[in-house]
Nanobody
Framework: QVQLVESGGGSVQPGGSLRLSCTAS????????MNWYRQAPGNQREWVAH???????TYVNSVRGRFTISRDNAKNTVYLQMNSLKPEDTAVYYC?????????WGRGTQVTVSA
């Protein structure tokens, strides 16, 4: 029973910050890479950030320098710290992992950036 639960979304002004959390259960968390994706209405789901089991990170170019992905293995949790938020960051943000080659997704958390 693999379960991913996101939290931390909300509504902020441009330039503001949010920290998203994703807590995993049903996997040996420390062994697996984690991802954040996002999807705005009418858009394709977009990969945002990746963190390996060894905490090596990569980002889509549009968020590099503004977003930081991290993990706390003791809490089975991956985070996405989002700073300098822009209206184009508005989307539902999803947590993802792929143990055994099968994708698992959380249900998402809404992030809205507007004046």
């Amino acid at each position: 029973q693999v379960q991913l639960v996101e939290s931390g979304g909300g509504s902020v002004q441009p330039g503001g910050s949010l920290r998203l959390s994703c807590t995993a259960s049903g996997i040996i968390f420390i062994r697996y890479a984690m991802n954040w994706y996002r999807q705005a209405p009418g858009n394709q789901r977009e990969w945002v950030a990746h963190i390996t089991s060894g905490s090596i990170t990569t980002y889509v170019n549009s968020v590099r320098g503004r977003f930081t992905i991290s993990r706390d293995n003791a809490k089975n949790t991956v985070y996405l710290q989002m700073n300098s938020l822009k209206p184009e960051d508005t989307a539902v943000y999803y947590c993802n992992t792929k143990p055994g080659g099968t994708d698992y997704w959380g249900r998402g958390t809404q992030v809205t950036v507007s004046a």
